[in-house]
């Protein structure tokens, strides 16, 4: 690839003209889709066998441990950690489900299809140390739920869409379907769930259970939802975060006398001009004490309410189309004295829920025999690790090794450079903390920096803080940075300055933050004649100068493109910049959201790179079913070095939000028969993502 950058003045070699945009058969796609802080979910076989001294034959979500109240050390019970330890098994009938969640042993149970219950509005019986996790979007139970009683403790529900136990009346007195009960339980973790249209609650947590987390779920189209005390005694301890209540009336939640209830990063929405009117938002009753921290509240009636008794210590909260109750006062209590914990912007809450909460897609079966295969090196500045920095732990990966190398990295911030080179395949490299923003890799090369040895300066790919050249690479859980300070480099011949660069084929960045100014991530192929794909899911990328750009066949899905002001405080700025050779796939923006403290009217969403004037390219960026904030301009795409944009592939289709605009010859828009040729499937081809 040119290191040279040309810009919208410089003159085309060549021009030429193109028609119609192209137009494939969409393919099948079972991948990857959004799950908090980039964990995985994978299926196993029903003989499929992890043991708690070989930790690395189990599946790499098998091994993740709540956050919140559920992972602190009490009742005799160190965390949330389900089922791990015990056989994986995956259920495809109500019997097999029943069977493996009453069983007094641990298990790891994988629901693969769509259970009915019999009759409806059953409750299975869950037993202590077990996780049930569904298989992506097909693990589902309909008509009834779970029920964890006095005692059960240590169980994980993840993954799962529970549904549809109504029986017809709103305001039901007389059945008690529930999709998730508990009473007396201890140290759960509800995360990732659909869960709605139920006949009673959605959650309840009741009779003293406590050391719960409830995480990333979807609550929606339901009357009592989500119900938390039915006791006299205050002892419950429960953590409640980035959970999208959607047309919901009431109990969202309802706190009854819980010691400790911590609420952030919620978004509550009622939506306007339907059947469903919210009572009240976050109630804090009897002798609750709660903090409600960067939650956003939209539409709603009384968002926030309290009794005399109770206490609610508001933080950062967000109120838009809100009325009535609001309230706060009396003294609550510090979560960080129980556990750490990293707030997102409340701004950014709607979009990031609205894309990351609920089951993710599936990952096929083939999770299962890379994670038995995986090897572990771990990082931690402090020393507590095999190796003090990243790079010294991708130079101890074998050379052409063939199976999955896990490079776990502790929280902090590692200023260093990362390459892996292209005979390292098989490479994730994954942060260990609570939060994506727990595990930095930073460092501040740009395009104009000087190399260190006097051979010139870095050029743009050069410059990238992390270099991925291997296939099959992963990372998950952890941010990725180029902090180059532009303003102070002025004198510099070049500010492009990359935070991660790919140069490989099937790359995965799964809930990671991708951060800079001009040219943050760059989606290359190995070789001009090479097909390059990258799926990016559940994540964020900042910039504001071409910050997604490249040649590679590269999806962004499910995830938040954040626009940020250049460094003079000015807003301008062009979101891709794809260098698509001929008959490939560009980049798609699919299922996300554009948002960022910038101008109205000021940003691109791209512009076509003929790098090094290369005629021949023919860039493509496809913006489709995506939320974008008012900076995008009502002409959204623009020429660049002289090659105009009409000549190539851009197109939208399906866009919303007060940046979208109706179909014109300056903003084309896919036909239906067209955006079926435009999937995610179409782009990724015959590679599923899978994490492991």
């Known amino acids: 690839m040119s290191e040279h950058r040309g810009k919208a003045s410089d003159k085309p070699r060549h021009r030429r003209r193109r028609t119609a945009l192209a137009v494939g058969v969409p393919l099948a796609l079972t991948a990857a889709g959004t799950m908090a802080y980039g964990t995985g979910l994978g299926v196993f076989g029903e003989d499929a066998q992890q043991t708690a001294s070989a930790a690395t034959a189990a599946p790499a979500w098998a091994a993740d441990t709540a956050d919140g109240f559920a992972s602190v050390n009490a009742l005799g019970q160190n965390g949330t950690y389900g089922g791990r330890g015990g056989k994986t098994v995956t259920v495809k009938t109500l019997a097999d489900l029943e069977k493996y969640a009453t069983a007094p042993e641990p298990y790891v149970i994988v629901v693969a299809a769509t259970i009915n219950m019999n009759p409806v509005g059953k409750e299975i019986k869950v037993q202590s140390d077990k996780t049930i996790v569904g298989a992506g979007t097909s693990g589902q139970i309909v008509g009834g739920g779970f029920f964890l009683g006095s005692g059960v403790h240590n169980v994980i529900i993840r993954n799962l869409t529970i549904r549809d136990s109504y ?136 968002p926030v309410t309290k009794d005399s008794t109770a206490a609610v210590v508001q933080k950062g909260n967000t109120f838009v189309g809100t009325s009535g109750r609001n309230e706060s006062g009396g003294t609550a209590f510090d979560p960080k004295t129980y556990y750490s914990y990293t707030l997102d912007k409340t701004a950014d809450v709607p979009g990031l829920l609205k894309s990351g909460t609920g089951p993710r897609t599936s990952i096929g079966t083939t999770a299962a025999t890379k994670a038995a295969a995986a090897t572990t090196l771990t990082v931690a500045k402090d020393g507590t690790g095999q190796y003090k920095t990243v790079q010294a732990a991708v130079n101890a990966v074998p050379a052409n090794n063939p199976s999955r190398v896990v490079i776990s990295v502790k929280p902090g911030t590692y200023r260093e450079l990362v390459k892996v080179p292209a005979n390292k395949p098989h490479v994730t490299i994954q942060g260990t903390g609570g939060s994506r923003k727990d595990t930095v890799i930073v460092y501040n090369n740009a395009s104009g920096t000087p190399k260190p040895d006097g051979s010139g300066n870095y050029g743009t790919s050069g410059s990238a803080s992390v270099a991925v050249e291997a296939d099959d690479f992963q990372a998950r859980n952890l941010t990725i940075s180029n902090d180059f300070d532009e303003a102070a480099n002025q004198s510099l011949s070049g500010h492009q300055a990359v935070a991660l660069r790919t140069a490989a084929d099937k790359v995965l960045l799964d809930g990671v933050i991708v951060t800079g100014d001009q040219d943050t991530l760059l989606l290359d192929t190995a070789a001009k004649d090479k097909l390059g794909r990258v799926y990016m899911t559940n994540s964020y990328v900042v910039g504001n100068v071409d910050f997604i750009f490249g040649r590679a066949t590269a999806v962004i899905d499910k995830s938040v493109i954040t626009l940020k002001k250049r460094w003079n405080g000015t807003s301008a700025g062009y979101i891709t910049a794809p260098s698509t050779a001929a008959n490939r796939k560009g980049i798609l923006i699919a299922n996300s959201t554009v948002n960022g403290d910038v101008s109205s009217g000021s940003f691109y969403l791209g512009r076509p790179w003929h790098a090094g004037g290369d005629a021949a390219l023919d860039p493509q960026t496809t913006v489709r079913n995506t939320n974008l904030s008012a900076a995008i301009k009502s002409t959204p795409w623009t020429d660049m070095s002289g090659f105009s944009w009409k000549d190539d592939r851009f197109a939208e289709y399906k866009n919303t939000g007060p940046g979208a605009g109706s179909a014109s010859s300056n903003r084309p828009h896919l036909t239906d028969a067209q955006a079926s040729g435009q999937e995610v499937g179409d782009w990724l081809g015959d590679w599923t993502p899978t994490a492991s």
């Open 167 to 302: 029986q017809g009346i709103w305001n039901d007195k007389d059945h008690d379907f529930d999709a998730i009960q508990m009473d007396g339980a201890h140290h759960v973790w509800i995360d990732h769930n659909d869960l709605r249209h139920m006949a009673d609650g959605l959650i309840d947590v009741r009779k003293d259970s406590t050391y719960v987390t409830v995480s990333w779920n979807k609550l929606s189209d339901n009357n009592k939802t989500f119900g938390i005390g039915w006791t006299e005694n205050v002892v419950t301890d429960i953590t409640i975060h980035h959970n999208w209540f959607r047309e919901t009336e009431q109990r969202n939640p309802s706190t009854d006398n819980a010691a400790h209830a911590h609420l952030y990063n919620n978004y509550l929405e009622d939506v306007s001009g339907t059947t469903i009117k919210s009572s009240y938002g976050n109630y804090s009753r009897g002798k609750t004490k709660m903090v409600l921290e960067n939650s956003y509240f939209q539409g709603m009636n009384n």
